[in-house]
């Protein structure tokens, strides 16, 4: 594969080096595997581009000149520093090393990258993770992502590569106090005549859509006084009495599991919201990303599926 990029000035210097180190040029051809005239017609070359004779040939001798000896230890610096980065590149491709840049929705990447990135960054010391967070469809190539986190009812964008890595959904959630006051909701009619806090982002549909295990759907146009795009917000809020949230799953789960909220109308829920790992391109993925990838399916996969498996119940 490396023959088809071994041409132009860097092969022509190439040529000249091996010249200058076996010789002659009969000795540099064979090494090459060239003929004599193809690398006498390099060095010609390259003498014509630098206006300038690199080395004085007689029928019997060749030698360096002043110029020559000068260029030719130029040379070697530039074929120095080409090597050195293609074992580099070549090593950065086998072994995670050098810069992950790791982007993820901020809520999701609370819950699930957090609690692993120590563990992750621990075995790969070779590797700086640089984490962000945003809640919009990422512009990976433009900032310079090697994957990102991202969750959707629908990916439609086909510009990156996509895994879908989970499954997560929403869920309707009040607090005990509010409920006390205002009722337990008994259909989703009812949510009409109850506080409905609103979550809005790129991920998922504006208004509520629920589902139920006999494949029955609601649609609710909502309107409450909150609004908001991120799931802790109404998670903060909802705990203090405001009314009904349709929250991420994995945002509600804790406060659920510990009696602050209550799992209301549990055989409705959102339909279901793909979390996918997006990958800039298709070709060379590389050994960092690689072992990202191998992580979140071992780790932040099942978790996701264990967080789900509580609300099946």
Same mark, same amino acid.
């Given at each position: @594969?490396?023959?088809?990029?071994?041409?132009?000035?860097?092969?022509?210097?190439?040529?000249?080096?091996? *010249?200058?180190?076996?010789?002659?040029?009969? %000795?540099?051809?064979?090494? @090459?595997?060239?003929?004599? %005239?193809?690398?006498? /017609?390099?060095?010609?070359?390259?003498?014509?581009?630098?206006?300038?004779?690199?080395?004085? /040939?007689?029928?019997?001798?060749?030698?360096?000149?002043?110029?020559?000896?000068?260029? &030719?230890?130029?040379?070697?610096?530039? !074929?120095? @520093?080409?090597?050195?980065?293609?074992?580099?590149?070549?090593?950065?491709?086998?072994?995670?090393?050098?810069?992950?840049?790791?982007?993820?929705?901020?809520?999701?990447?609370?819950?699930?990258?957090?609690?692993?990135?120590?563990?992750?960054?621990?075995?790969?010391?070779?590797?700086? *993770?640089?984490?962000?967070?945003?809640?919009?469809?990422?512009?990976?190539?433009?900032?310079?992502?090697?994957?990102?986190?991202?969750?959707?009812?629908? $990916?439609?964008?086909?510009?990156?590569?996509?895994?879908?890595?989970?499954?997560?959904?929403?869920?309707?959630? %009040?607090?005990?106090?509010?409920?006390?006051?205002?009722?337990?909701?008994?259909?989703?009619?009812? $949510?009409?005549?109850?506080?409905?806090?609103?979550?809005?982002?790129?991920?998922?549909?504006?208004?509520?859509?629920? $589902?139920? &295990?006999?494949?029955?759907?609601?649609?609710?146009? !909502?309107?409450?006084?909150?609004? %908001?795009?991120?799931?802790?917000?109404?998670?903060?809020?909802?705990?203090?009495? @405001?009314? *009904?949230?349709?929250?991420?799953?994995?945002?509600?789960?804790?406060? *659920?599991?510990?009696?602050?909220?209550?799992? !209301?109308? =549990?055989?409705?829920?959102?339909?279901?919201?793909?979390?996918?790992?997006?990958?800039?391109?298709?070709?060379?993925?590389?050994?960092?990303?690689?072992?990202? $990838?191998?992580?979140?399916?071992?780790?932040?996969? =099942?978790?996701?599926?264990?967080?789900?498996?509580?609300?099946?119940?």
């Amino acid at each position: @594969m490396r023959k088809n990029l071994d041409g132009g000035l860097l092969h022509a210097m190439h040529a000249f080096l091996k *010249v200058i180190d076996s010789g002659s040029f009969t %000795a540099a051809a064979e090494q @090459m595997d060239l003929t004599t %005239a193809q690398v006498s /017609r390099l060095i010609s070359e390259l003498e014509t581009r630098l206006g300038t004779k690199l080395i004085q /040939r007689s029928t019997r001798q060749q030698a360096l000149t002043d110029i020559g000896a000068a260029y &030719a230890e130029r040379c070697r610096q530039v !074929i120095s @520093m080409v090597d050195e980065a293609e074992s580099e590149v070549a090593g950065t491709a086998s072994k995670p090393k050098g810069r992950l840049r790791v982007l993820s929705m901020g809520s999701f990447g609370h819950h699930y990258v957090f609690p692993v990135m120590a563990e992750f960054c621990k075995n790969y010391p070779e590797l700086t *993770v640089e984490y962000t967070t945003s809640q919009y469809v990422p512009d990976l190539l433009a900032k310079g992502v090697d994957v990102s986190l991202y969750l959707t009812e629908s $990916l439609t964008d086909s510009r990156f590569v996509a895994r879908r890595i989970g499954t997560i959904f929403s869920v309707l959630c %009040a607090s005990p106090a509010y409920l006390e006051k205002h009722g337990v909701p008994k259909s989703p009619e009812d $949510l009409k005549n109850h506080a409905c806090l609103r979550l809005v982002n790129p991920s998922i549909t504006a208004d509520w859509h629920l $589902l139920n &295990a006999n494949g029955e759907s609601y649609q609710i146009d !909502i309107g409450g006084q909150l609004i %908001a795009d991120n799931p802790e917000l109404l998670l903060d809020v909802v705990q203090q009495d @405001m009314g *009904v949230a349709l929250l991420p799953m994995f945002s509600a789960l804790e406060a *659920v599991q510990n009696g602050r909220l209550c799992h !209301i109308l =549990p055989e409705w829920r959102s339909p279901d919201i793909g979390v996918y790992t997006l990958l800039p391109s298709r070709h060379f993925i590389d050994a960092k990303t690689r072992a990202w $990838l191998d992580w979140v399916e071992e780790y932040i996969s =099942p978790r996701i599926e264990m967080d789900a498996s509580y609300f099946y119940k």
